[in-house]
Structure formats: C-alpha cells, structure tokens
C-alpha cells in the first residue's frame, strides 16, 4: 500500500470513475445527460482534494486500487475548502441536483455517528481487476493503518454485494436510508 501524492490524482481519479459509473449513489446526486461522465469525474476530483487536504489517499503497489478516507473532523472551513465546494457545485451539479444533494446530505449526517471518526469515502478498483482479491488487500492494509488511529471507521455503499465484503472485513450495519436505492451504513470500532 502507498500513500498517495497530488501527482498521483489523475490515475486515481480514473480508477474511481470507471469503479463508480454504475454507482446508486453517485449517480443519484449527478444529473444523467451527456455530461455525466464529466461530472462525476469533477466528483472523484473533489473527493480526492478533500482527502488529501482532510485525511488519507492509498492506492495498491499495481496502481490498480484505491481508498480515499476522509477525517470529517479534521475538515475546517476555509477559502480552500470554500473553493473546492464551489468548483464541485459549478462544475458537478445543477440546481436541482445541488438541492437533491443537500437534501440528501443532511440526512446522511443524522444517521452517522458523531465524534472524531474515520470516513472510508471510496475504495475503487478498476474493473477488470475486480473479483481478483486487490480490493480485498488494499481495503486489510488500510484497515490496519486507520485502526492505528483508534477511531470508530464508518462508509456508506448503495452495493448489496459490497454488505457482504465488508461484513466480510469486520464492519457491521448500522443504519439505512432509502432514496430509491438503500444506502447501508457501517461501521467498524
């Protein structure tokens, strides 16, 4: 596993867009037109800014996975942060998806625990490798770094399958939204 450098955005950035293409919950929140790809690109940019500056990066010695972990609490409001939402709102929503999002947004954080924690935000591998046990060992490395820290570690996925490999990893359910997909939250202490 290593920790990845603002050089290392552009082959993370892609590995995360074809991971979540498909996604519920990335494409619930981007509007589905041609420019979709754009967006959520603009949206895998955006999250790695967020997890370089408030928290952690790895990718997989191959270069064939990721993780991007968030410390929500480490995230302070800033004019970088300030700009980074902005340049996400612009160029990844429009107003009705930036209403949809929000709306969204403020009901994820009812349902997850509060206190310093850690954010497993994506764990992306890219597609034809998937099935083949480097998300499995990517995803153990970064458990083993972040339960270092002693902090509860929380993730949402709108993927039944993916319930099962992070049962699978130690973590549990703890909650559940509906937004015409269900989004499972949990956790690991």
Known sequence: MIRAGSADKDFIVKILLASFDQ??????????????????????????????YFGSIFYSEDKKACALILFPDKKKTSLKSILLDIKFIIG??????????????????????KGPTSYLW??????????????????QNVLVDLEMKDRPILLET?????????????????????????LYFMKKE
């Open 23 to 52: 996604n519920s919950s990335v494409n619930y929140i981007i509007k589905q037109d041609n420019k979709r790809q754009k967006r959520i690109k603009g949206l895998m940019n955006y999250s790695f800014d967020l997890c370089f």
């Open 92 to 113: 990844c929503l429009d107003f009705p998806h930036l209403k949809k999002a929000m709306a969204r947004e403020a009901k994820i954080k009812k349902s997850q625990l």
């Open 122 to 139: 994506f764990i992306g591998v890219e597609p034809a490798e998937q099935g083949k046990g480097i998300g499995s060992r990517l995803l």
């Open 158 to 182: 709108s993927n039944l399958q993916n319930v099962n490999w992070y049962e699978n990893m130690g973590f549990t359910v703890y909650d559940q939204l509906h937004f015409g997909y269900t």
